[in-house]
């Protein structure tokens, strides 16, 4: 067990619909990513929160967003679902982010299926 | 061209075999992960490492950042080990940013 928690675990759901996906960092990082990872794309890393602030933007279509609340969790929203956003996607925590890099700790990963 | 190219993209061994998975990378990094995804889904990461090498176990990771390479080798293979491997790198610009690119994944078989 990483530490890192992602809820739901698995989604299915409608193309055209929005649905947020929730990660809790271990206790104590700062720093939160979110990755997607698609059959033929392999994994991709979308966005980058520190201490609740952007600091990196990977492939991330416009119609997603994400955000790092006070508590230090994060959501990843996903609007206007087309069938290509099925996909795994990962939250990963590290201590850090700032002047030093630290290892990442992944979630368990929330399974998105759209139909 | 991917920055990060992974070798063999299959592999499957006996029980008992040493195994050895390449990564080849393409910039300047500033720190290598090496993870294991399992059948059902979740990331584990075995290794972070910018210089030398680490063991934990039977697993074994390398790194010759002249040649912009890393290997992981597992010994004594066992079927538990069977998963797909992954290699990522970080790189050594950007400072604030610790986005990692990945490689595409080695599957590794391990028959009884």
């Known amino acids: 067990d990483s530490g890192v928690t992602q809820t739901p675990k698995h989604l299915i759901t409608a193309t055209g619909q929005r649905v947020t996906l929730r990660c809790s960092p271990r206790s104590g990082d700062l720093s939160v990513y979110w990755y997607q990872q698609s059959l033929d794309q392999g994994l991709q890393f979308l966005i980058q929160?520190?201490?609740?602030?952007?600091?990196a933007k990977g492939n991330i279509l416009e119609r997603f967003s994400a955000q790092q609340f006070p508590d230090l969790h994060s959501e990843l929203n996903l609007s206007s679902l087309e069938l290509g956003d099925s996909a795994l996607y990962f939250c990963?925590?590290?201590?850090?982010?700032?002047?030093?890099?630290?290892?990442?700790?992944f979630g368990p990963g929330t399974r998105l299926t759209v139909l | 061209k991917n920055e990060v190219e992974q070798s063999p993209q299959n592999l499957t061994a006996q029980e008992g075999e040493f195994i050895t998975i390449n990564c080849s990378y393409s910039?300047?990094?500033?720190?290598l992960h090496w993870l294991q995804q399992h059948p059902g889904g979740g990331i584990v990461s075995l290794f972070m490492?910018?210089?030398g090498k680490k063991k934990h176990g039977r697993l074994i990771a390398t790194i010759n950042i002249q040649e912009k390479h890393s290997s992981l080798h597992i010994t004594a293979s066992h079927p538990r080990d069977s998963a797909v491997y992954i290699c990522?790198?970080?790189?050594?610009?950007?400072?604030?940013?610790?986005?990692?690119?990945f490689g595409k994944g080695t599957k590794l078989s391990v028959i009884p």
């Open positions: 990963a925590s590290s201590a850090r982010g700032g002047s030093s890099y630290n290892e990442q700790f």
């Open positions: 490492l910018s210089s």
């Open positions: 929160y520190y201490n609740g602030e952007e600091r």
């Open positions: 990522a790198v970080k790189g050594d610009s950007g400072a604030g940013s610790y986005q990692l690119t």
């Open positions: 910039v300047g990094i500033s720190a």
